[in-house]
């Protein structure tokens, strides 16, 4: 229960919808829970808890328009390895946090309350979503879209091959960025240009 109340948490502060009226003409998504436990040594340390939409319930068309995204390819990935071993760089890896509740919503999407968590007040209302949620089909396009954007403006260069792999150059030095949906893997050839 603690970890749903995070999640939820976490939405609150990231303003990720609204209780509405169930729309008459709209369809309404339903959400589920979906847990884990981080290990350490065999030990349980922390029960993680993820809220999803029941994307497989849109329709192409109705609930969205489009679902491509770009993930990078293992031989990609294998190859950045092997680049960053050749120029004696470290790699880093991050995982964007809520990667998908950063990004806005172009489509108009309403969502069943959570299970165990409906309102007391209101139990007939739904959530009209601000942000993006996990399940949603056009989520992961609307990260890339959102991260890709942000890091052009950065002056980093798009692969011709690879649009996954961003790169910026500052005089003889070089960082390179992967994008594997929500992970980030980065290095350079100075350490500053990770700072």
Known sequence: MIAM???????????VWELVPRPSNQSVIGTRWVFRN???????????????????NQEEGIDYEETFASVARLE????????????????????????FLNDFI???????????????NFPNHVFK????LYGLKQAPRAWYERLSK????????????????FIKTKENDMLLVQIY??????GATNVSLCE
């Open 5 to 15: 109340q995070e999640e939820l948490n976490q939405f609150e502060r990231s303003k």
């Open 38 to 56: 981080k290990m350490e040594n065999d030990l349980i340390v922390r029960n993680k808890s993820r809220l999803v939409v029941q994307g497989f």
């Open 76 to 99: 990609a990935i294998r190859m950045l390895l092997a680049f960053a071993y050749f120029k004696d760089f470290v790699l880093y890896q991050m995982d964007a946090k809520s990667a």
């Open 106 to 120: 172009n489509e108009e999407v309403y969502v069943e309350q959570p299970p165990s968590f409906q309102s007391f």
């Open 129 to 132: 979503l601000k942000k993006e």
């Open 150 to 165: 942000f890091l052009l403006k950065k002056g980093f260069k798009m692969g011709k091959i690879d649009i996954t792999l």
């Open 181 to 186: 949906v929500d992970d980030i893997i980065f």
